[in-house]
Each structure stands twice: as structure tokens, then as C-alpha cells.
């Protein structure tokens, strides 16, 4: 089955560097017009566009429905971003003034013991789940609108071996599951 992964247009959060997790910040005007200009690809490779129940990725896949015509599916809580704990609200820079041993080069460690944070075999069980699902949809091709942090894992867990690239707002990222 082909998927492919979207990461939500951008935020007023994502601009400021303040980490969303489960809460939600509005799409950004560039962030609405990032989803127009990707409808025009998605028109042509896409059966279906689901999408993670949080707000960003939910109106990100509704603007790429509507300028594509593709049809929108489910919002599913299989592909929500991992729920970050006192992060939340908070900006990344701040943050690393003050606890830089949660972050590896300026990038948060998957294990950091940040109070509230999702565990992370917790956050790769829901994406399996998720997984799973989609295997029950049959030979479509799904468009998912969904998270950083959910690209980020689909690439450790289905493509070990390769790098992970650059995961920019809007970006497409496709898989053979």
C-alpha cells in the first residue's frame, strides 16, 4: 500500500519555535497557501486524505480536499502528533537555555525524561495501530496529513537504514507499507 505523508501546513506556533504537541495553533496565512499549492500534486496521487484529529492537520487536509477533490476521510488519533508534556505552549529555545540535556543538537532526544511526555514505545505502538488500520483500507493510495513527529518515526520504523530528511511544513513523504 502507498502512503503518503504530510506534514500539516505551517502554524503561528511553528514560526515561533513553541512546541504544539496536542495543542493547537492556527494555520498561518502561508501556511494556507503552502495547502493550495500542494493540492495541485495531491490531485494526481491520492484516492483518499486522512488526517490526525488535531486541529492544524485537520484544516490543512480539509484546504487540500477541497483544492483538489480528492476526498477527505477520517481524522484518526493513530497519526497525532506525540503529546509532549510541560513542553507544550512552550518555546524550543527557552527551553534548551534551561534543560539543554533533554536536546541532542538542538533537536530534542526521542528519551528525554521531560515530565508529561509521551513514552516513546507508547507513541510507536499508536503508529503501528495506525499502520495496521490502513492495511484494512485495501490497495488505495492515502494521502495523510499528520506530524513531525509522526514522519519522523514512520521513517525509524520502515526505513531504518536511511537518513531522515529535512521535515518542513507541507512536505510529502512517501511509503510502501
Do not use: W
Given at each position: 500500500?502507498?502512503?503518503?505523508?504530510?506534514?500539516?501546513?505551517e502554524t503561528e506556533w511553528n514560526k515561533a519555535s513553541i512546541y504544539q504537541g496536542w495543542?493547537?495553533?492556527?494555520?498561518?496565512?502561508?501556511?494556507?497557501?503552502?495547502?493550495?499549492?500542494?493540492?495541485?500534486?495531491?490531485?494526481?496521487?491520492?484516492?483518499v486524505i486522512i488526517s490526525s484529529d488535531l486541529g492544524r492537520s485537520?484544516?490543512?487536509a480539509m484546504i487540500l480536499s477541497a483544492n483538489s477533490g480528492v476526498i477527505k476521510g477520517r481524522n484518526l488519533f493513530y497519526f497525532r502528533e506525540r503529546c509532549f508534556g510541560i513542553l507544550e505552549g512552550k518555546c524550543k529555545w527557552k527551553i534548551m537555555e534551561t534543560n539543554p540535556d533533554w536536546f541532542i543538537?538542538?533537536?530534542?532526544?526521542?528519551?528525554?525524561?521531560?515530565?508529561?511526555?509521551?513514552?516513546?514505545?507508547?507513541?510507536?505502538?499508536?503508529?503501528?495501530?495506525?499502520?495496521?488500520?490502513?492495511k484494512k483500507l485495501g490497495n488505495k493510495k492515502v494521502a495523510i496529513v499528520t506530524h513531525g513527529g509522526v514522519i519522523k518515526l514512520f521513517y525509524v520504523m520502515f526505513r531504518s537504514a536511511e537518513?531522515?530528511?529535512?521535515?518542513?511544513?507541507?512536505s510529502i513523504h512517501c511509503f510502501n507499507i
Open positions: 500500500m502507498k502512503i503518503i505523508l504530510i506534514k500539516h501546513a495543542l493547537d495553533s492556527p494555520l498561518t496565512t502561508s501556511g494556507k497557501n503552502q495547502a493550495k499549492e500542494l493540492a495541485k500534486f495531491i490531485k494526481n496521487q491520492a484516492d485537520i484544516e490543512t543538537h538542538n533537536k530534542l532526544n526521542d528519551n528525554a525524561s521531560v515530565p508529561g511526555i509521551e513514552d516513546i514505545e507508547i507513541f510507536k505502538s499508536r503508529l503501528l495501530a495506525g499502520a495496521n488500520y490502513l537518513k531522515i530528511p529535512e521535515i518542513k511544513s507541507c
